[in-house]
């Protein structure tokens, strides 16, 4: 392995989900401070943009993920030691802090204990685990002890820092871990190992999301079926209004024929009307597509912290495509009325009139 992320979850504040993690967490994201520097003791934080928490701001975590638990661990104040930039990622919807506070905030250690020690030590506190645990950690992860081994860059140090605190969290039980491998070839085998061989379960993001992408291609297409239809359906109403404005006119289209107008021009008359009823309807449609677009693109932000492009409000190459086709669905619906209008039987009409 390059790399392990360890991931303890379980708490929110306010409705914010809390990450036990490393620091490694934050560059993953390629997160930047607005204020405040990284977590460097049990009980600090570091929040994302959304949360609107300031620096040295005390909360109390709740357990699970609703926001109004009342399984409160307020004997556990967690301190605000930084805030970071809008991401545009989840990472600005999350509190995150050390896995050893998540730890001992539901190992039953008391808070005072915890920030006493970590005063009294500093950053060695970090290194304060059982001996049992950092071993466990050595032996199920030989691979990445080799790899902290051959780092010889100027950054071999801090480097090796990172490993040996993603060890000593791994020693702990945590949710999951983020492994990042050294070829394509690990990244495949690696997680049937995991699979065949412990009791965890490994998933590589990549395959998830084309398992994925796959299931949703059956709605996918039945959207486009449905799109199909009612454009189809819309087809069928303007070539009935258009048949019934028809009939309604057939006089007044027959005193133009007396007037010298040609059955052409009867024809085209018809093919505009329906024409301009097609184009106004679709630039409508287009427009409601839009703003509903941009609308939900807004929800979704607020809601799961999603940002989508914001590309709604623009117009785009495919919109005067179907401003054509909606053009060209006019045309073709308004033919048999125009035809009509054109055959027109003025002596007829005119005798009935």
């Known amino acids: 392995m ?46 994302g943009a959304a949360t609107g928490m300031k620096i040295g701001e005390s909360f109390a975590a709740r357990h699970g993920f609703a926001a109004d638990s009342d399984d409160i661990h307020d004997s ?22 050390s896995v ?64 040996k605190a993603a060890e000593e969290a791994l020693g702990h039980q945590v949710t999951a871990v983020l492994i990042k491998t050294r070829s394509p070839i690990d990244r495949m085998n690696l997680p049937r ?48 209004s258009l048949a019934s404005s028809l009939a309604v006119r057939r006089y007044d289209l027959a005193v133009l024929r007396v007037l010298g107008a040609s059955p052409g021009k009867l024809l085209l008359t018809v093919v505009a009307e329906a024409v301009l009823l097609s184009g106004v309807g679709t630039v409508i449609g287009l427009g409601v597509g839009h703003g509903v677009g941009y609308i939900a693109a ?20 495919l919109d005067g495509v179907l401003l054509i086709l909606g053009l060209m669905i006019g045309v073709i619906a308004s033919l048999i009325p125009a035809i009509s209008a054109a055959r027109t039987d003025i002596a007829g009409l005119l005798a009935k009139g």
Do not use: C
Request: hydrophobic content about 40%; charged content about 20%; overall charge negative.
């Open 2 to 47: 390059r790399q392990a992320i360890p991931l303890a979850l379980g708490d929110n504040y306010q409705g914010w989900r809390m990450v036990g993690s490393t620091p490694d967490y934050l560059k993953l994201y390629q997160a930047e401070f607005a204020d405040g520097q990284v977590f460097d003791h049990p009980f600090e934080a570091v929040v």
């Open 193 to 240: 190992e995991i699979n065949q061989s412990t009791d965890m379960l490994a998933a590589v993001p990549s395959l998830e999301m084309a398992r994925l992408t796959k299931s949703l291609g059956i709605g996918k297409t039945l959207i486009l079926a449905l799109g199909v239809g009612f454009v189809a359906l819309s087809a069928l109403i303007l070539l009935a």
């Open 298 to 317: 807004l929800n979704i932000d607020t809601l799961q912290g999603i940002v989508l492009p914001e590309t709604f409000l623009q117009v785009h190459f």
């Open 100 to 163: 050893d506070s998540v730890q001992a905030l539901h190992s039953g250690h008391h808070h005072d204990d915890d920030h006493d020690e970590a005063q009294a030590e500093g950053h060695d506190s970090h290194d304060a685990h059982d001996t049992h645990d950092h071993d466990e950690a050595h032996d199920h992860d030989a691979a990445h002890e080799h790899d902290a081994a051959h780092d010889h860059d100027e950054a071999h140090d801090h480097d090796a820092h990172d490993d």
């Open 76 to 97: 556990y104040l967690y301190t605000v030691t930084g805030v970071l930039k809008p991401t545009g990622t989840v990472l600005d919807r999350l509190i995150v802090t």
